[in-house]
């Protein structure tokens, strides 16, 4: 790593280079991983109107978006998650304060029933702050 990643904009900047560079999307997150570490070792950067949770579900606020590119803050409250679901793409989070649980499932079932997934539970971990997930 070059130089150290302290804010949002040194962040987007590299990940832009990383996306127009890389020709095999799931090299994407593995080439940005370092970089979101990094970003994460630091905390001021992220203001605090992002950081406000819900108490009704989980809060999402777009930190920046652009053709290839999304950066999203969510905060959970104890207890809070989110529905299985499937990015679809390639993705990765970091967690930049406490801690969440993080399950990933595989599909069973042969896909031909609309609206319908059987799942199995394949991986279930405790990620904890400065720690990076990758996701296909």
């Given at each position: 790593?070059?130089?150290?990643i302290t804010?949002?904009?040194?962040f987007?900047a590299?990940?832009?280079?990383?996306?127009?560079?890389?020709?095999?999307?799931?090299?994407?997150?593995?080439?940005l991983k370092?970089?979101?570490?990094?970003?994460?070792?630091?905390?001021?950067w992220l203001d605090?109107?992002y950081?406000e949770?819900?108490?009704?579900?989980?809060a999402?606020?777009t930190?920046?978006?652009?053709?290839n590119l999304?950066v999203?803050?969510?905060?959970?409250l104890p207890g809070?998650?989110?529905?299985?679901?499937?990015h679809?793409?390639?993705?990765?989070?970091?967690?930049?304060e406490?801690?969440?649980?993080?399950t990933?499932?595989?599909?069973?079932?042969?896909?031909?029933?609309?609206?319908y997934?059987?799942?199995?539970?394949i991986?279930?971990?405790?990620?904890?702050?400065?720690?990076?997930?990758?996701s296909?």
């Open positions: 790593m070059a130089r150290e804010d949002l904009p040194s987007v590299i990940a832009r280079t990383v996306v127009a560079q890389t020709t095999d999307p799931r090299q994407i997150p593995v080439r370092p970089y979101l570490e990094e970003l994460l070792r630091h905390s001021e605090q109107q950081r949770p819900d108490p009704e579900t989980f999402v606020y930190l920046h978006q652009e053709p999304l999203m803050s969510a905060v959970f809070q998650g989110t529905p299985v679901h499937d679809a793409i390639w993705g990765m989070y970091g967690v930049l406490n801690e969440t649980e993080d990933r499932y595989a599909r069973v079932d042969d896909g031909s029933r609309p609206g997934a059987e799942l199995r539970v991986e279930t971990r405790r990620v904890k702050a400065g720690e990076v997930m990758i296909y």
